[in-house]
């Protein structure tokens, strides 16, 4: 990785950090504080409210969940879990409580990992109105018989949901969706490592000079976030999109991941092979049938978008995955940085892509042009080589994109854009009507 | 392999030890005691008889022939070859003969394999007329000179072509085809396993409450029964079948083989690919160049039905094919049983197919239902895995059939059947109109 | 191979001797000296002549360049170099020069090959004018300091480019194009095997006593001279064009190889790799990313004819290739003549191969018209395997040529054309009209 990807791996470190305390739910005051927080650094950010029982597709916004303080006493009145030591220990939306109880009804209220005997687990009940506390298995078990009081101060009551929204014109209305999930409470690479990218990737291409495709960012809880946002986009969506990226578990500095969508072979399934495979070419390649996040929505039937994840290491392919071990150590500047890179690439790639064709009958003649030296096998002016150039003349017949044309001379699309340039500039290739059927 | 599959395995191997002795060709009494036999389990079999000199295509039904007796008697007058003994001593269509002559002379007419010294082989020569003795290897070779007695009690003349059908009526139009033979003597694998086989699925068949397809079972003769057969049904096989099976040698207990069809891709061959797929992983798949049964009719250009072969060990991949070695030790209760099995799950594969499609855009909401528990990933009221209802509700798309669907998710048809039944239930998914051209 | 040829091979490596000392290069009288000898072997070839300056697509046609003398005098006066010996000595096109320098000087007109010490090197500058030398690497480091004398005896000036061209009139108005260079000087395998195995193959065509397609052969200077052809024949070479072979490196005795036309997929192809894969199962196959040869201007994006080249040994794949180690000890008449057999057995392929249907539906009764025994399984009276016979009547249905069925049935279609013949003959095949599609 360069320089540049590690500074930027360290600001978006930095997000990260005073983003992970923050208690998220799908609904509340943590969501607000987070795209506050997001809206610091976007100013163009859009923050949506829907109102609670506001209806999408099988879907009902459920009630807004704040909460101020958790804590179980034990039988000697010791605070022996506190939300305030880890957000984790709460149920998200658990209900309001305070109650006295023996230890025998308190462990029906108790979720721990008997595997992973320190950890804190991850545990919700967004849809069934109950209350619970998670804690280390190592704490459950020492755990002695007696009276217990369990107080949730919390409160679940018609509200609203919050949501995110950028959306940053190009020159064409061919779009790419990236969505990001704002929904976990302190979790690091499953929740904030996606965020965090995903506003180092709007900051950067606020900064582009000029933009193709119009960019949809969305910052959105997972699963009734995104489904209330293509409840409200859905005919815009399938007109306009033409690749999309689920931006999670981006923080690890572990292999990469790709995990397909649907269809398996949209214009977003084959950039993002050919950047994986280029930047790293062990990628871990999954099919559809392993989703578990928001693809889910965007790739439904009927809904259809060309919509992948690229991860760093996939929710559940790492055993910290909703736990507590999934904090602040698990994810680095590196890491991010590196998760960046794979979807600035993709960007660069989506950016760069078209379909060229040759003006001209047979090779064209580039010695006359200097473009290779006239005696010998050596480069022109230009220093390219010759065989870069001859294969841009081969390949580009107005049949393929410039992602194909890559796969089949087996080099990044970011290496020959400089040869594409030079031979547009000599007339020699040029592009042709987009192909919207190709280019999706 | 279940208890029911065993008891049904030994019946069948009733049946076979009922038929086995009989000496079937492709036309005479042999043929009709066969289907008589059947017609006792089976009383809606129809028998049909086809006179001789009628023309199918490029064929013509040949005499009929019987045979009362065949023997030699040795120089001393001693019968060393009776056709009482095992009826593969007599070529099969052997002419009237009786003529005595000398070994050199009686040579040309014996038959026998030397690499298979102690087996009598199997002949025929049903369109040339001609009479001859088969015999063990070791036998022939203890021959001394001198004047032998063959004896042919046989009749040649026209008469008729017998064979049976039975046509179970469906819900719908479409037709899935059994055809078996019966036209082999005494051999077990490669002639009895495929009629008592069919007759055990028919029975099965018979006894559903409701059949959604309707069900066509043929015995005939090889080859020009199923070409007598093609010859009158032609129009109505290629409107209606979707699906084939050609029964044959299913009765020993080694490996499944599957036979693909002319196309290779039908329904018949997806169907046959998923079921022995999930029963038998290790099993044989043959492409249409090893044909050798009525597939090669049904499958022939013009006829083009999507008929495959699913067997146990194919004929000509055992040494005793064809030989008095294929009798009833070499099928077992068990070979019979999973023979039957196999069909019986192909045609259950075929009754359960269809091409479903989701009724809500996005997931729907599976825990407001109590398919999936409402905290943690525990499963629902119907104990029923997330990922299979999941992986339903993701594929189903209304473009692709539930044996595709299945292939993509990896699970057999039989174990998502009750998850389909109770989203059909909540109204999540619903069968489309079924596509022929996708169902064929 | 057999001995026929053998003896091919012995008179294509005697016109390749006689043909290996002539001075060619894209234009001048070492082509016209190339060209009258072909056209003594061959006296229907037609002889081009395009006048300097001629555009043709984004070319030009150069001025004419003939030499008579070039040679290096060292500072004693000897001559230490001289295009005498070795024609590969003079730089191709060198400008007329007689000039006295430094070494040091000198040294910027030499080219050597230090990998290849005892090797002269080939090097052109067709489109710049200059001047060079190639010598091998070790007299180069055996130079002295001193004024050396550097002479050309050459001109470059108006003049023509040359060219051949033979057409073979068929019974069709497909055409199959044959394409070889006449460009090179003293190189053998890639240069002067080309031209003699055309002639080889050209002498063969004319003697047929009957040809299906029209045969097309050019005799060019590589890339201006394919260019210049392809600007005058364009359209008629879209039109009917079937296959086409670039005849390149077909003079040593190591494997075939391949390199396929840019769709990869064309009937050129697929004889190729039909006629490679039976002659030689471990071909070399190369995609058209490894072009190297003419097939780059006939394969170019918009003129898309169907062309491949068959090698044996590929340009740039033997240590060799353009330098005097590729010389008449680099190939022989083995190599030339199953370079020779290679293409000729491409081209029975393609006279050969059609579209067959049966006649009948269902198998046709083979044993009544003696194809196959009416007793066992035994050939009938042509001796023909009953396999053959019932693969042949199994897949012809009208809708692949004979090169794909024999894929499928994986045998030559040389070895199945008598076969093919028979069944014709009894009418129980026929050809169906020609589905350009199918065979383009």
Redesign the interface.
Known sequence: MNQSNINIGEEIYKWASDLFPMCRSITGQGVRETLTYLKNILPELAIFEVESGTK????EVPDEWNIREAYILDPDGKKIIDFRNNNLHI?NYSVPTDVSLSLEELDKHL?SISERPNAIPY??????R?W?FCLTHKQRQSLQPGIYRAVVDSTLAPGFLTYGELVLPGRDKTEVLLSTYICHPSLANNEISGPVVTAALSKWLISLSERKHTYRIVFVPE?IG??IY??RH?KHLKESVIAGFNVTCVGDDMAYTYLAS?HGSTLADRVARHVLGHLDPGYVSHP??K?GSDE??Y??????LPVVSIMRTRYGDYPEYHTSDDNLDFISPEGLGGGFNALRCCIEVLELNEIL??T??????L??RDLIS???YGPGKADIDRRVL??L??????SKDLVELCE??NLPLWDISKAIDILKEEGLIEATTVNRSKMT
Do not use: K
């Not at 545990?123 to 069934?128: A, F, L």
């Not at 790739?299 to 259809?304: F, L, Q, R, T």
């Not at 001209?360 to 003649?365: D, G, M």
């Open positions: 999408a597709f099988d879907w149920v979720y545990v919700t009940s967004y849809y069934e109950n619970g699963t995104s489904i293509i409840s859905l649907r559809f049938l989703r889910r929505q790739c439904a039937p009927g809904v259809d064709v040759n001209v009958l047979c090779e064209p003649q010695g006359r006239n005696i010998g001859s294969h003349l081969a390949y580009c017949d107005g089949i001379i």
